[in-house]
């Protein structure tokens, strides 16, 4: 595929923690933007209509992933669409077929069939690492690629249901693309931080980082967390989508290997950077003292 021209793209999700930077970054490089929110009339998505050139480059369209008419009317006129838009559960998830991967495989793919119809160009589809460490074949320092996949089964049997759901979407929007010729690239970020720019309401990541500040950090042996910026994740999907040779699967970021995000020319913010913006932001939004 030729490399795309700037022109009119969808953002699903774009109210979210990720979806609002990615609205952002399309906007400073004069794309027109289609963005899906819950109901655009909701103060939560105010931030959105206060971004620079949002008022001439930005419309948003209340739609949701299982209505598929409402996702027609987002995608229509589209060249490219960044489907970020994904339930993320709260820590106990008493249906989880309904609740999360319903919405996840079936909204991915009610967005994909849209984008068949709409004849749009490319699609970059935000996945999670999740959707490729869950796998009991795995060893301790395994360093995952992009032809790592978590196992679904095991995901079930250790009741992980978000991974379960990141899994079967981005797998079944694989194998979509392969039958019908769609231009599908996926991103597979770890855990993404850095600041907010929504104002109302906050994140499920962002709820770790805000715990820790609130309640002080428990040591713990041989534990990690693998991080990555908002602004770095949203940069990268930019990258995918404008670059022609992008294809398949991208992983973002630590004892996961980023090596082929990297020959794209996609480089990461230090850590420290990302922090002291997220605490900054979360001060500016009165979260935190």
């Known amino acids: 595929m030729a490399d795309v021209h700037k022109g009119k793209v969808c953002v699903t999700g774009a109210g979210g923690f990720l979806g609002s930077w990615v609205v952002d970054l399309l906007l400073s490089k004069d794309y027109f933007v289609h963005g899906t929110v819950r109901d655009p009339d909701n103060e939560k998505y105010a931030h959105l209509k206060k971004l620079e050139k949002a008022g001439d480059k930005l419309k948003l369209f209340k739609a949701d992933l299982l209505d598929y008419g409402s996702l027609q009317s987002a995608i229509a006129g589209c060249s490219g669409v960044f489907h970020v838009a994904c339930p993320v559960p709260p820590a106990s998830v008493p249906n989880p077929e309904v609740e999360l991967i319903a919405p996840a495989v079936d909204g991915t793919l009610n967005v994909l069939k849209a984008c068949i119809e709409a004849n749009v160009k490319r699609v970059v589809y935000v996945s999670s690492v999740a959707a490729a460490f869950m796998n009991p074949m795995w060893s301790k320092n395994q360093v995952l690629d992009e032809a790592c996949w978590s196992d679904q089964e095991y995901c079930k049997?250790?009741?992980?249901?978000?991974?379960?759901?990141?899994?079967?979407?981005?797998?079944?929007?694989?194998?979509?693309?392969?039958?019908?010729?769609?231009?599908?690239?996926?991103?597979?970020?770890?855990?993404?931080?850095?600041?907010?720019?929504?104002?109302?309401?906050?994140?499920?990541?962002?709820l770790v980082l805000l715990k820790l500040l609130k309640e002080g950090f428990e040591t713990r042996?041989?534990?990690?967390?693998?991080?990555?910026?908002?602004?770095?994740?949203?940069?990268?999907?930019?990258?995918?989508?404008?670059?022609?040779?992008?294809?398949?699967?991208?992983?973002?970021?630590?004892?996961?290997?980023?090596?082929?995000?990297?020959?794209?020319?996609?480089?990461?913010?230090?850590?420290?950077?990302?922090?002291?913006?997220?605490?900054?932001?979360?001060?500016?939004?009165?979260?935190?003292?």
């Not at 599908?184 to 720019?197: A, E, K, M, Q």
């Not at 040779?245 to 004892?255: D, L, N, S």
Request: net charge neutral; with cysteine; glycine share 4%.
């Open 157 to 206: 049997k250790t009741e992980n249901w978000y991974c379960l759901a990141k899994t079967r979407a981005e797998s079944e929007a694989f194998e979509f693309a392969k039958r019908t010729g769609l231009h599908l690239v996926s991103v597979c970020p770890t855990l993404v931080l850095g600041p907010i720019l929504q104002q109302n309401t906050v994140n499920a990541s962002s």
């Open 221 to 289: 042996d041989n534990q990690e967390r693998h991080l990555v910026d908002v602004r770095d994740v949203a940069q990268a999907l930019l990258l995918v989508y404008e670059k022609a040779e992008a294809e398949g699967r991208y992983i973002y970021r630590v004892k996961v290997s980023s090596e082929k995000l990297q020959k794209l020319g996609w480089t990461y913010r230090p850590l420290e950077e990302t922090l002291v913006d997220s605490v900054e932001s979360y001060r500016k939004a009165k979260l935190v003292d």
